[in-house]
């Protein structure tokens, strides 16, 4: 069976490449044509020989090549792209590509499906799978490098908020960020990079004590204690004050400003009294607020609310001396909320 060797650090691939009998500058040849280039078929690497190509088929496998694309969903305007990937074990995740003016971000996801339970969400449907490993999370960015390779541009930003808990796969997620980091990869900037998580509060502890200026958001939702747990049972286990805390302990460490991402549900956490508790709770935080009008997600029955409920609670917020934004929306028409092109697939699949 070939060993796959894809996401590996230039060591670990010189390692592999004299082990077999190979010039260890192949590896950092080989190395560049994958993270600088996106050239995922040895046989497009010119600089190698032929016998060496034929060494490197015969013993080695590059996930990129390995990854099925089950589906792909394009908006109509052009600015976003979905993926959802299976990998060589059958498991899915999805991708998601984003064109704004300052370039290209790609949401990545941790886990195959999620753990949380969040009521709104589609990507807990059927639970977690398993956690991705380094090189599952770098084939998500990459394979869109890869078909920009053709613009002569590359991802430059990366966020870890699709499917799964970013904090319940801490070391993969870190590793994958790190090795985006490095000048001999991408060179993406920390300050290009967010994690998005729940509120799993020794999750930000570690964050924190790793001492990188990742983003980070959170995600609130709610701020009274028994519709935060009815939307997030982790509310449960780390209660959304203590959780507010840790990330301010964050952004005082590293002078990173935290983002509260917080999803709008009609009637249920888009009232005038909601947008003044949660101006109450961040007052005075080195925090923003991203509001996100629900993208309907049928299995979970939750509405939009209207256009004047989202322009009442942004008026709160900033009456209140919160900074608030409407997240721009981006990929609507083709599930772009997390989860929902994977349910789609499944439920598909379960019908058959």
């Avoid at 967010?194 to 004590?209: E, F, M, N, V, Y």
Wanted: hydrophobic share 40%; glycine share 6%; proline share 3%.
């Amino acid at each position: 069976m070939k060993e796959d060797i894809f996401g590996l650090t230039l060591a670990e691939l010189e390692d592999k490449f004299v082990s077999l009998g190979l010039k260890k500058f192949r590896a950092k040849q080989v190395f560049q044509w994958l993270y600088q280039k996106s050239v995922f078929d040895f046989a497009g690497m010119h600089n190698l020989s032929k016998a060496d190509i034929a060494l490197l088929e015969e013993h080695f496998a590059l996930l990129p090549r390995e990854v099925k694309i089950l589906r792909e969903q394009n908006s109509q305007d052009g600015v976003t792209s979905k993926l959802l990937l299976a990998f060589p074990d059958g498991n899915s995740v999805e991708t998601v590509l984003m064109h704004h003016d300052y370039g290209y971000s790609v949401c990545v996801s941790s886990q195959v499906g999620c753990a949380m339970g969040c009521a709104f969400c589609a990507s807990g449907l059927n639970g977690c799978i398993r956690n991705l490993t380094r090189a599952e999370i770098l084939v998500q960015v990459y394979l869109f490098n890869e078909r920009l390779r053709g613009e002569n541009a590359m991802v430059s930003r990366v966020v870890v908020m699709g499917s799964g808990e970013p904090m319940l796969n801490f070391r993969p997620v870190m590793d994958a960020l790190d090795f985006l980091h490095l000048e001999s990869t991408s060179f993406m900037s920390y300050r290009n990079m967010t994690i998005s998580t729940c509120g799993i509060i020794p999750g930000i502890k570690k964050l924190q004590a790793d001492g990188k200026p990742v983003n980070l958001a959170i995600s609130l939702h709610a701020v009274r204690q028994e519709l935060r747990t009815e939307l997030m049972p982790v509310n449960k286990s780390f209660n959304f004050v203590d959780v507010i805390q840790a990330a301010e302990g964050y952004s005082e460490a590293g002078g990173r400003q935290v983002t509260y991402e917080y999803i709008l549900l009609r009637d249920k956490n888009d009232s005038v009294q909601d947008a003044e508790l949660l101006s109450n709770y961040l007052r005075f935080k080195h925090a923003t607020v991203n509001l996100i009008p629900a993208n309907p997600v049928p299995e979970k029955g939750f509405e939009r609310p209207s256009k004047a409920a989202v322009e009442r609670f942004v008026k709160i917020l900033q009456k209140n001396k919160i900074n608030a934004t409407v997240r721009k929306e981006m990929g609507k028409d083709i599930d772009a909320a997390c989860g929902q092109l994977r349910a789609k697939f499944v439920r598909e699949q379960e019908s058959k």
